[in-house]
């Protein structure tokens, strides 16, 4: 029973992690596309630069949960993934530090390194995420000792690949649609065409992913077997067309709120049709790695529940001060008013 709460609580703490980083890091990748002169660039940096690192205590808290609710699976994710990993891991540094530095001297040639940095650093993270979980739906090369029998490049098939590219598209969708709903003027018409013109790719991905994961994964059937979870997919559906539907009619907070609804289902959906499974084997189904099989002691998992429980509404609480404090919008005059980056 603690295991499969457990295996609950590191499914949505990854769900509420893409849900909130997501819309900056697609801000960041599209940075070079939405801003046309360093007013912009500010704007944008300005846009996403409160909430980021806010943001990522949800990644922090998602590796938490694995490494003391799972240590058999950290152990075997970080062994075996160690090359995409400490990828992962640079490009989330050189962004924090792009946010940090780019504003720290009056240079044009220096502003223009750190933007290159916050873009780098902000598609690298959304396309490794996307080819990871979707190696991790589809089944990684463990054998019964727990050993990955690959490489980079065995990550890299075509269903790894469009999964990354998945992730890229809606997180990208998701960061237009924040920019709309925190500028003014031109910029935020601007960021409503790319989120409505990049919408049809992503649908188009989307689709294309669904159908491959009913012949790539076992997903599919294990939400199939508990018809309940069905509300999972057709929350992740209902998102994409709203999100669509919404910006159509210029309501962006509503369309934003689709898309946060489209990536939580999506992400739910995965985990829900990985379970019991945290790494599922491709070589042998009994080589797995499940919520039983590399939980930590009931002891542990006891504390630790209790420890969340304390714990989880004071981040909550300070993330909603922090969205609350920084909701007004951002334009030049503001940025010139007071500490901005």
């Known amino acids: 029973m603690l295991e499969s709460i457990w295996f609950v609580i590191w499914g949505v703490a990854w769900a509420v992690y893409f849900m909130l980083d997501g819309f900056d890091l697609g801000l960041g990748t599209l940075f070079p596309f939405l801003a046309k002169d360093e007013t912009e660039k500010r704007i944008l940096v300005n846009a ?39 990828l992962l891991l640079f490009a989330l540094i050189l962004r924090g530090v792009a946010f940090e530095f780019r504003g720290k001297v009056d240079s044009a040639r220096w502003r223009a390194t750190w933007d290159a940095c916050l873009v780098v650093g902000s598609f690298l993270p959304a396309l490794l995420l996307g080819v990871a979980f979707a190696n991790i739906f589809k089944g990684l090369p463990l054998d019964a000792a727990g050993l990955f029998h690959g490489n980079l490049f065995t990550l890299l098939n075509p269903y790894g690949l469009l999964g990354g590219a998945l992730f890229v598209l809606i997180f990208a969708v998701h960061g237009a649609l924040w920019l709309t709903t925190r500028t003014e003027g031109e910029l935020q018409a601007r960021a409503g065409r790319m989120a409505t013109s990049l919408w049809l790719v992503e649908a188009v991905a989307a689709v ?124 030049a005059e503001s940025i010139s008013r007071g500490p901005a980056y």
């Open 48 to 86: 996403m630069g409160p909430f980021w690192d806010g943001n990522e205590v949800w990644l922090i808290t998602a590796g938490g949960v694995t490494f003391a609710a799972f240590p058999r699976a950290y152990a075997i994710m970080f062994s075996g993934l160690y090359t995409p990993l400490m």
């Open 208 to 331: 294309a992913f669904l159908a491959l994961t009913w012949f790539s994964t076992r997903l599919w059937q294990n939400v199939l077997a508990k018809p309940a979870l069905l509300v999972l997919p057709l929350l992740a559906v209902a998102g994409l067309l709203l999100t669509r539907v919404f910006a159509a009619q210029g309501a962006w907070w509503k369309a934003w709120f689709a898309s946060s609804a489209l990536i939580l289902g999506a992400v739910l959906f995965g985990v829900a049709g990985l379970f019991p499974n945290l790494l599922p084997s491709s070589l042998d189904p009994a080589a797995s790695v499940t919520a039983f099989n590399a939980a930590s002691s009931p002891l542990t998992l006891k504390i630790m529940l209790g420890v969340v429980l304390c714990f989880l509404p004071v981040v909550i609480g300070y993330q909603l001060w922090v969205y609350l404090t920084f909701r007004d919008t951002v334009t």
